[in-house]
């Protein structure tokens, strides 16, 4: 079993369209992050949820909205999509709130490319 | 908010030790040293971390030094599948920043 799955894994789509990337944990984690990695493989933390919470968004622009309908999924929507959000997204999951003292399982990644 | 500094890159001979280090001269003392592995089309991959200690587990070895401002990962016996990008990450409760990362190369 996959412990933190993605969908789709790869997705190509014009440049104003709106579209979603899913997200979802078995491994009862609290908390659940979205990364984006450029291509300059910057790996940058978008936003991370605790139990359904938002917790860190940073500076994100407000194109892009999470929601966590449960605390084992955190999906990612886009809208009005620009080619500089190509790019892979990561999401990741976490038994504890912050870094100190758990460690991030990782997704596979998305790609996403706007033509 | 306390940045990593790492080698672009670094090259190694299969079977021998690694030593990646890491700067981190402005780290808070309530920040852990945390270190992530990314191979090739893969999401990142924990490997360790630690605060002050030098830690030890079955993927590597991380050794920080004792004014804590740089540390380093010690891979034992670098194989070809150790072969990734290698990020120093500092993790504190609003911080989660990592650092540009240091390709690692593995010679057979």
């Known amino acids: 079993d996959t412990a933190v799955s993605q969908t789709p894994k790869y997705l190509v789509t014009q440049m104003g369209n709106d579209k979603s990337i899913k997200c979802e944990q078995n491994?009862?984690?609290?908390?659940m992050y979205w990364y984006k990695q450029d291509s300059k493989k910057f790996l940058k933390i978008m936003f991370s949820?605790?139990?359904?919470?938002?917790?860190i968004n940073e500076t994100v622009p407000n194109r892009f909205s999470p929601k966590s309908p449960d605390k084992a999924h955190l999906n990612l929507h886009i809208n009005s999509l620009e080619l500089g959000d190509s790019a892979v997204y990561f999401c990741?999951?976490?038994?504890?709130?912050?870094?100190?003292?758990?460690?991030?399982?990782f997704g596979e990644g998305s790609r996403l490319t706007v033509l | 908010d306390a940045k990593t500094t790492q080698p672009n890159s670094m090259e190694s001979n299969e079977e021998e030790p690694v030593h990646l280090p890491c700067n981190h001269s402005?780290?808070?003392?309530?920040?852990?040293i945390h270190w992530y592995r990314q191979l090739p089309s893969q999401g990142p991959e924990y490997v360790i971390h630690?605060?002050?200690s030098n830690v030890n587990n079955r993927m590597a070895s991380l050794a920080i030094a004792e004014d804590r401002k740089s540390s380093t990962l010690i891979l034992h016996r670098a194989t070809l599948r150790d072969a990734a990008v290698y990020y120093c990450?500092?993790?504190?409760?609003?911080?989660?920043?990592f650092g540009k990362g240091t390709r690692l190369h593995i010679l057979p």
């Open positions: 630690g605060l002050t």
């Open positions: 990741a999951s976490s038994p504890t709130g912050t870094m100190n003292t758990g460690e991030l399982f």
């Open positions: 990450i500092l993790g504190g409760a609003d911080k989660i920043i």
């Open positions: 491994l009862g984690h609290d908390t």
């Open positions: 402005t780290i808070s003392g309530t920040d852990y």
């Open positions: 949820y605790n139990n359904k919470e938002l917790i």
